[in-house]
């Protein structure tokens, strides 16, 4: 008298009942992504799960990016399908990585996931106990991590693509006036040291640079040095790079907390730059002003400035975020207005105290008679710290290298006197 299909029906969920009933085994699924950002707890057991590769883990992928220590032995993470296996507290806990791409999308994106197998008794311990541990664990290893990355945003294939970062700049090695330095390193340390602050006063855990000043001025350098002194990794956003609003969410929530997302040149090839002066002429244009690319169909500067301090501030913890441009002057006055970026720090031309710091670096010279001349070519010439440089890396013989550059200071000045 039942019709087949519901005989069907009912006996499949019978079967799924009576297997769920009988079976003694729980499964955990840690998907990359969570509620539109990145999951922290699959962040976690990816950089808990390297620690607990055994003598039974039957295969690992390995590399190595360190050209200089070619003896050193390879690195080591954990390939899709591999299954690793933990104890916690007399639990067993099967782990494997799996991975699959999400076809319904116009742009397909793999999605990658970990499944967890525990028995059921223990699954409230494991969630209790044993999830906290890998949080607490994996917080150590980020912390300790000897090698930093450098992430580009992979259009194609819609991923971050890291890349080892080994840049030498720190803020030893900044030539900058002395009082700036001390103060960018004690906002950095308020930022990291004041997560609860940030909460208390209902503020997003994050903090905006704009970085501005000549090309050579030390812009680059400047973001190494604080990402060497944060051992924080570098998010470099180009922002051509995102289709449209909806693209530049999706990038900038799949990046992980504790970063710096570095957007250099803003007001380069975009519209963000804010180009006063063709205001007039641009009336039409004014109709898509928002937009940053003629190209892209869609990034708009409120599609940023949604992500800086808008709704979309709030998604993921502890983030620094740097722009750099060298015409301050051009951008768009809404991304200056105080509050958007935190604190605006200008790289200028080399001071007398900015040269004694390229002279300690490179010529390991603290003080000598001819500083006190330079100091006073230096204060009458626009001269950026890349072209002192230059010219401190002439020869290796540091007498020589001062009077070269003493001469090369009366020649500069002598022909700015002449224009
Ligand atoms: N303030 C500085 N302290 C130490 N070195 C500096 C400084 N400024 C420039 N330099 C030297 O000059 C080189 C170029 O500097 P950097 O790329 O940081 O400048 P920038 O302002 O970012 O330039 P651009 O605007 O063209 O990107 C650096 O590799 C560094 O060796």
């Known amino acids: 008298m039942v019709p087949k299909r519901i005989q069907n029906y009912i006996s499949t969920k019978f079967l799924d009942l009576a297997s769920s009933c009988l079976s003694s085994d729980f499964t955990f699924i840690i998907e990359e992504r969570w509620q539109a ?14 620690t607990r590769i055994g003598p039974f883990t039957d295969s690992l992928l390995i590399g190595s990016n360190e050209p200089l ?5 390879p690195k080591q993470r954990i ?10 507290h007399g639990m067993r806990l099967e782990w494997t990585l799996r991975n699959s791409v999400d076809s319904n999308k116009y742009f397909p994106r793999e999605k990658r996931y970990f499944r967890l197998n525990c028995k059921k008794g223990d699954r409230d311990r494991v969630m209790q106990c044993y999830f906290p541990h890998i949080a607490t664990t994996a917080r150590w290893i980020l912390n300790q991590r000897e090698t930093l990355n450098i992430y580009t945003y ?26 700036v330095k001390q103060l960018i390193k004690d906002d950095l340390d308020f930022f990291v040291e004041r997560k609860d602050y940030f909460e208390g006063v209902g503020r997003a855990w994050k903090r905006g640079y704009l970085l501005y000043g000549p090309p050579g001025t030390g812009k680059s350098s400047l973001v190494a040095a604080i990402a060497n002194y944060l051992r924080y990794n570098i998010y470099d956003l180009q922002l051509q790079t995102a289709r449209s609003d909806a693209d530049l969410r999706h990038i900038l929530t799949s990046t992980t907390n504790r970063y710096i997302l570095l957007i250099e040149d803003i007001d380069c090839g975009t519209k963000v730059s804010h180009d006063r002066a063709k205001d007039q002429e641009d009336n039409d244009e004014q109709q898509n002003s928002n937009r940053l690319s003629s190209t892209d169909p869609g990034v708009t500067l409120s599609g940023l400035l949604n992500f800086l301090d808008g709704l979309w501030s709030s998604c993921g913890d502890e983030r620094i975020i740097i722009f750099t441009t060298n ?6 006055p809404a991304l200056l207005r105080p509050g958007r970026m935190d604190v605006h720090i200008h790289m200028g031309y080399c001071t007398p105290a900015a040269f004694r710091k390229l002279s300690a670096t490179y010529l390991g010279i603290k003080h000598h008679p001819s500083f006190l001349t330079i100091d006073n070519l230096l204060q009458n010439i626009n001269l950026t710290p890349a072209e002192v440089a230059q010219q401190l890396m002439k020869t290796d013989d540091p007498e020589a290298v001062l009077q070269s550059f003493i001469h090369f200071l009366e020649m500069k000045r002598n022909l700015r006197d002449h224009i």
């Open 79 to 88: 390939p899709v399908d591999c299954k690793i296996v933990d104890e916690f």
């Open 327 to 332: 015409h301050k002057d051009k951008l768009d």
């Open 37 to 50: 950002v990145l999951n922290e707890t699959f962040r976690a057991v990816e950089a808990y799960l390297p």
């Open 69 to 73: 220590n070619p003896s050193a032995p």
């Open 154 to 179: 992979d259009r194609e294939s819609s991923v971050w693509e890291p890349t080892v970062f080994k840049h030498p700049a720190t803020f030893e090695t900044l030539a900058m006036e002395p009082e």
